[in-house]
């Protein structure tokens, strides 16, 4: 148990629909980090942040939206949705602003299936 | 921009065979290395790390990788495998300690090892 809780773990929907996948770090991690697996795509990095700052961006779609709160849980919102968009979405977390330490801890994912 | 290769895709090995998983990085600078294991259904967990000095390093879980500058190279090894080590590996580079830049990780596209009885 890598102490990252993401929910739900599995969630099923029709295309042109918005969906929101949560994230709590584990106790004491201040980074959160939201990646897209897919089989086409491997693991993609899409945002982070850090103690409710954006921090670093990468292959983020603007129908896509993230946030991280004051209690540093952190939210991936999803709208108009595609096909294309299914695939297993992962949160991680870590203690410092910056991933290069290595020190990620990757929850289970949230597997999203548009339809 | 940094990149990573991992040319396998899907390895098969016998139980007590040795293993090699291949990586090979491009990066302007020496870089961080990491190799994750993701079992299935789980999220990925961090077998080693390299960032500085000895370029062989020690995991968990009795893996080893050893860092190649001149091949640009970060390949994992365990001398012999067992039923549970049959996963998916990723091996991932990060910016070296001189980049001040906000980069996450980058993620190779995976290899899947099946372990054979």
């Known amino acids: 148990d890598s102490g990252v809780t993401q929910t739900p773990k599995h969630l099923i929907t029709a295309t042109g629909q918005r969906v929101t996948l949560r994230c709590s770090p584990r106790?004491?991690?201040?980074?959160v980090y939201w990646y897209q697996q897919s089989l086409d795509q491997g693991l993609q990095f899409l945002i982070q942040?850090?103690?409710?700052?954006?921090?670093a961006k990468g292959n983020i779609l603007e129908r896509f939206s993230a946030q991280q709160f004051p209690d540093l849980h952190s939210e991936l919102n999803l709208s108009s949705l595609e096909l294309g968009d299914s695939a297993l979405y992962f949160c991680?977390?870590?203690?410092?602003?910056?991933?290069?330490?290595?020190?990620?801890?990757f929850g289970e994912g949230s597997r999203l299936t548009v339809l | 921009a940094q990149s990573v290769t991992q040319p396998d895709i899907h390895i098969t090995v016998s139980e007590g065979a040795s293993l090699e998983l291949r990586c090979n990085y491009s990066?302007?600078?020496?870089?961080?290395l990491f190799w994750y294991v993701q079992s299935p259904g789980q999220g990925l967990q961090l077998l080693l790390k390299?960032?500085?000095?000895?370029?062989l390093v020690q995991g968990i879980k009795g893996f080893e990788a050893e860092f190649k500058r001149s091949q640009s190279s970060f390949n994992l090894r365990k001398p012999s495998v067992h039923w549970s080590d049959a996963a998916e590996y990723f091996c991932?580079?990060?910016?070296?300690?001189?980049?001040?830049?906000?980069?996450?990780?980058?993620f190779g596209s995976g290899t899947r090892l099946q372990v054979q009885p």
């Open positions: 106790s004491g991690d201040l980074s």
């Open positions: 942040y850090y103690n409710g700052e954006e921090r």
């Open positions: 990066y302007g600078a020496t870089p961080y």
């Open positions: 991932a580079v990060g910016a070296g300690v001189w980049d001040t830049g906000r980069r996450a990780l980058t």
């Open positions: 991680a977390s870590s203690v410092g602003p910056t991933a290069n330490t290595g020190e990620l801890f």
């Open positions: 390299y960032f500085s000095g000895d370029t």
